[in-house]
């Protein structure tokens, strides 16, 4: 008889933008404490024992995008971080910020805005390709956006023999989508700050990264 695994592949696919806004709220909550040093790769692995089986950490996928509108003292940061992160084994899943004219209601006036375009789908399509190729047996979307929800849908009915589910970064709990999924959990706000690179963080080839002195 064929030997069946009890192992259960565990995917994570985060959604960096509603990450980030969650820790800011964090820093917010905690005062002087910085937690944007994040080791996606620590946090992810201390929530497999909310999953079903011999959870283990397959992949991590972080989409996000250089907003180079800002400044380059921004990016060169965010460059930064993202050298640690793909030291540690995650992929890099880069969209781009676009411009969006928009008008005052109240004055009439038009101004520029950017929006992070792209990563909804990205997440989508990465979604669906790891179950259909067989790359893991659970994924996890870290996000509390409502956009994702029919990502999950389509997922779930493509590939009913896998299974998704979502991590609602702290403050992003959303109702819809913790409905569509019963394993759905929460990212608690200490997660944030108990799972940080070191400062300086050493690169396997020996480099060493510094945390940011400002954000």
Not at 18 to 37: F, L, P, T
Not at 90 to 117: D, N, P, W
Request: proline share 3%; net charge negative; with cysteine.
């Amino acid at each position: 008889m064929p030997v069946v695994s009890d192992t259960n592949r565990v995917s994570f696919l985060v959604d960096g933008f509603n990450v980030y806004h969650s820790i800011r709220d964090v820093e917010r909550q905690v005062g002087d404490a910085s937690a944007k040093w994040l080791d996606l790769r620590s946090l992810c692995t201390s929530y497999l024992y909310r999953l079903d089986g011999y959870a283990e950490l397959e992949e991590i996928h972080y989409f996000t995008a250089y907003a180079g509108h800002r400044s380059p003292e921004t990016v060169n940061r965010h460059k930064r971080y993202i050298r640690c992160l793909e030291d540690t084994g995650v992929t890099i899943e880069l969209a781009q910020f676009k411009e969006k004219s928009i008008r005052c209601k109240k004055c009439g006036r038009h101004f520029t805005k950017y929006e992070e375009k792209e990563t909804d789908v990205a997440i989508a399509a990465r979604l669906l390709e790891i179950l259909v190729e067989d790359r893991c047996d659970t994924a996890v979307i870290v996000s509390g956006d409502t956009d994702l929800a029919s990502a999950y849908r389509t997922a779930s009915r493509l590939v009913s023999d896998k299974t998704v589910t979502f991590a609602f970064p702290y403050n992003r709990a959303n109702s819809e989508l913790k409905q569509l999924s019963d394993a759905s959990f929460k990212v608690g706000p200490r997660q944030y700050l108990n799972h940080q690179f070191d400062d300086p963080y050493v690169l396997a080839d020996g480099t060493e990264v510094d945390k940011p002195s400002s954000w």
